[in-house]
């Protein structure tokens, strides 16, 4: 019959699929394994350790943005609104995608 899907058709598919997401996760597993053998992105001037990627940890950064220029125009709740109308936006999206 047109348009079944056999216990075989299925397992291949499941099986590329699963070569697919194996080999990617390792690709993405030695490639973190390099950056931190190789200490890649690390400034040698800021040696805070593991905190070193964290821009808390940088001396003065605060004075490096003009912060006066990131004000808001509406009060907080307003953004706390918004935030939690866009959560619940995408909760039902993602339900009736998921369906």
């Known amino acids: 019959m047109k348009g079944l899907v056999t216990a075989e058709d299925a397992r291949r598919r499941l099986s590329v699929g699963s070569v697919a997401a194996v080999l ?28 070193a990627y964290y821009y808390a940890d940088i001396p003065d950064y605060q004075k490096t943005l003009n912060w006066d220029t ?22 039902r999206l993602w339900k009736r995608i998921d369906r």
């Open 70 to 91: 990131f004000t808001a125009r509406l009060p907080f709740w307003v953004y706390l609104l918004l935030f939690l109308a866009w959560g619940a936006l995408m909760w």
């Open 24 to 51: 990617v996760g390792a690709l993405v597993l030695a490639a973190a394994v390099y950056i931190m053998i190789h200490g890649l992105g690390l400034n040698p001037d800021l040696d805070f350790g593991a905190g």
